[in-house]
C-alpha cells in the first residue's frame, strides 16, 4: 500500500499526481534504462585528514539491458582493465537497481512533496529504510562480502514524475570492516538516444569513509548515450 501525504500532514499543497501515477511513471524510467549503452568517465579520489587528491581516471561504457547493467571496455591511458583490476573504492554499474530497489520502496513510504526555492522546480520526496537483512546493497572487502543497512531518499519532479536524483547512506559497518559509512548518489537528467528523449543517469558519486579519517570516492559522468537494441553493433573507439 502506498502512504501519501496530505497538505494538512506537511502544510502544504497537494501533488498533481496520484501515487498510482507516479509509481507508474517511475517504472517508465526503468523500462526506458532497457537497451540503453552509454560512455562513462569515471575520476578517482582519496582524503587523507582532509587532504585531497585525485587517484586516476577511467574511460567505459555501460550496456544497460533488461534490468542489468554490464561494464564495458574499462580503459586509462590507452590500456584495457576488467574491474577485478582496479584497487580501492570501487563502484560500477547497478544503475538499474539503484533505480528499482528505489523504486520498490514507494510502494510502502510515505511522499511529501517540497516546494521549490524561488526558481527552482517543486519536487517529490520519499525517505525510506532498508535494513541489512533484505541483502540489497553490500561491499566487498577482500574476500568478504558485508551487506549493508541503509537509508535512501528518492526525488523526483513535482510535476512530470521523473526520477531527478536518488541517495543512498549506510550505517556503519561492523568494527572488522573500519568502514564508517558509505554514500551512493545518482542523478538523472533528460538525455537524446535513438532520435527520443530519455530520463537518463547524467551524474554518479560513490564514497567510501573510513574509520581513520580516510575518505575514498569516485564519481562518474555519463555521455553519448544510445539505444543498444536499435543497433546491430556498439564500438566505442579509443
Given amino acids: 500500500m502506498s502512504a501519501w501525504c496530505t497538505p494538512s500532514a506537511y502544510g502544504l499543497s497537494l501533488s498533481p499526481l496520484s501515487p498510482n501515477e507516479l509509481c507508474a511513471r517511475v517504472d517508465n524510467q526503468i523500462a526506458a534504462l532497457s537497451n540503453i549503452v552509454m560512455r562513462e568517465e569515471i575520476s578517482r579520489y582519496e582524503s587523507i585528514h582532509g587532504r585531497k587528491s585525485k587517484i586516476d581516471e577511467f574511460d567505459a561504457s555501460v550496456e544497460m539491458s533488461d534490468g542489468v547493467d554490464t561494464v564495458e571496455s574499462i580503459r586509462h591511458n590507452g590500456r584495457t582493465y576488467s574491474s577485478a583490476q582496479i584497487p580501492g573504492a570501487w563502484a560500477f554499474g547497478d544503475f538499474s537497481a539503484v533505480l528499482r530497489i528505489s523504486r520498490e520502496a514507494l510502494d510502502c513510504q510515505s511522499v511529501r512533496l517540497l516546494h521549490g526555492l524561488g526558481s527552482e522546480p517543486d519536487v517529490l520526496v520519499a525517505a525510506f529504510h532498508y535494513p541489512a537483512s533484505s541483502g540489497r546493497w553490500y561491499v566487498k572487502l577482500g574476500s568478504h562480502t558485508w551487506w549493508l543497512d541503509f ?21 556503519p559497518l561492523a568494527a572488522g570492516a573500519d568502514i564508517r559509512q558509505v554514500q551512493r548518489t545518482v542523478r538523472f537528467a533528460p538525455a537524446e538516444a535513438g532520435g527520443e528523449m530519455w530520463v537518463l543517469p547524467e551524474y ?12 575514498e570516492w569516485n564519481t562518474t559522468r555519463f555521455y553519448d548515450p544510445a539505444r543498444y537494441g536499435s543497433l546491430s553493433s556498439v564500438k566505442f573507439g579509443d
Fill in 151 to 171: 537509508q535512501g531518499e528518492i526525488r523526483m519532479s513535482a510535476t512530470t514524475g521523473d526520477v531527478l536524483d536518488i541517495s543512498w547512506t549506510s550505517a
Fill in 204 to 215: 554518479a558519486e560513490y564514497r567510501v569513509i573510513h574509520s581513520n579519517d580516510r575518505v
